[in-house]
C-alpha cells in the first residue's frame, strides 16, 4: 500500500517557467512533509518541509503548499533552471511514526 | 544544512565476502540512522532503522542476517553486507535524523555503491 504517491514520473519544463510537481498522500496521521532532490549517484539532499499546521512554505525560488483537506501538495519551482533536473522525492512523517514514508519520485528536466 | 558522510563511496567486492559501510554524523548527534537502498530508476527503499544502543528494526523482506547493523555511537551506524552476492549490487544510502516531529529532518549520506562480482 503507497501511503505516499507522486503519479507523475517525470516532468519537462522549459527554463524560466514553473516547475510544479505534485504528491498524495493517504495517511492522514502524517503532520509534516517534506522535499528532497536527488541527483544520480548521489544521496537525497532536503530542500523544504512543511507542518500540518500550515499551508504554505516558502525559501527561495521553492515554495511547498499542502491541502489537508485533500491530502496533497506540491512543490512550486520558479523560476526552473538547468540545474534543478533532478530526480524530487516528497516524503511524509507523524508522531506516530518514526520513519519517513516516501513517494516514487518525480523525474523534473529543465531545458534550455 | 547538516553533514552526513559514508564510507566508502564505492566498493567492489568478490562473491561470498563482507562489506562494511559507515555512515557518520558530522555536526549532530543522531540517535536514529536510516539505511536505504536505491535500485537503479527505483525509489528509496527503507531497509532498516538504527537506533543508538538498541537493536536495529528491520523492515519487512530484509534479512537482519544478511544486514548486519551497529550503532555504536551517536554519530555513527555501520551496515555490513554479509557474504555478498551479485544480488546485493546496489546503490546504499544512509541518513540521520534530527530533530522530532515537525521539525524532523533526514539528512542524506552521499551513498555507497556496492558491485559484487
Known amino acids: 500500500d503507497q501511503q505516499v504517491k507522486q503519479n507523475s514520473p517525470s516532468l519537462s519544463v522549459q527554463e524560466g517557467r514553473i516547475s510544479i510537481l505534485n504528491c498524495d498522500y493517504t495517511n492522514s496521521m502524517f503532520d509534516y512533509f517534506l522535499w528532497y532532490k536527488k541527483y544520480p549517484a548521489e544521496g537525497p539532499t532536503f530542500l523544504i518541509s512543511?507542518?500540518?499546521?500550515?499551508d504554505k512554505n516558502e525559501d527561495g525560488r521553492f515554495t511547498v503548499f499542502l491541502n489537508k483537506s485533500a491530502k496533497h501538495l506540491s512543490l512550486h519551482i520558479v523560476p526552473s533552471q538547468p540545474g534543478d533536473s533532478a530526480v524530487y522525492f516528497c516524503?511524509?512523517?507523524?508522531?506516530?511514526?518514526?520513519?519517513?514514508?516516501f513517494g516514487t519520485g518525480t523525474r523534473l528536466q529543465v531545458f534550455p | 544544512g547538516a553533514v552526513v558522510s559514508q564510507h566508502p563511496s564505492r566498493v567492489i567486492c568478490k562473491s561470498g565476502t563482507s562489506v562494511k559501510i559507515e555512515c557518520r554524523s558530522l555536526d549532530f548527534q543522531a540517535t536514529t540512522m536510516f539505511w536505504y537502498r536505491q535500485f537503479p530508476k527505483q525509489s528509496l527503499m527503507l531497509m532498516a532503522t538504527s537506533n543508538e544502543g538498541s537493536k536495529a528494526t528491520y523492515e519487512q523482506g530484509v534479512e537482519k542476517d544478511k544486514f548486519l547493523i551497529n550503532h555504536a555511537s551517536l554519530t555513527l551506524s555501520t551496515l555490513t553486507v554479509t557474504s555478498a552476492h551479485p544480488e546485493d549490487s546496489s546503490f546504499y544510502i544512509c541518513s540521520a535524523r534530527q530533530g522530532q516531529g515537525a521539525q524532523e529532518t533526514q539528512y542524506f549520506g552521499p551513498g555507497t555503491r556496492l558491485l559484487v562480482l
Open positions: 516524503a511524509a512523517g507523524g508522531d506516530n511514526t518514526d520513519k519517513l514514508i
Open positions: 512543511i507542518s500540518s499546521i500550515k
